[in-house]
């Protein structure tokens, strides 16, 4: 995973927490705008999402910020 997805899913999740609590839940599309700007970017994260780790549709803030975290 490039470093500048992993900066933004952690820093994403941390804003959530912070805003709504640690039981806070969202998908893979919280990390990007509405537009589709960056289209490598978005699959690189769903591959990452869906087809490496197999995840629900939404999952806990706190657990993707902790694997994001554990990743190299």
Known sequence: MRASLKRRIIDVCSAKIAQKGSGVGL?????FKNENDDPELLMEAAEWWILTHRLDHFEKARKIKSMVEGVD
């Open 27 to 31: 998908s893979f599309y919280a990390f």
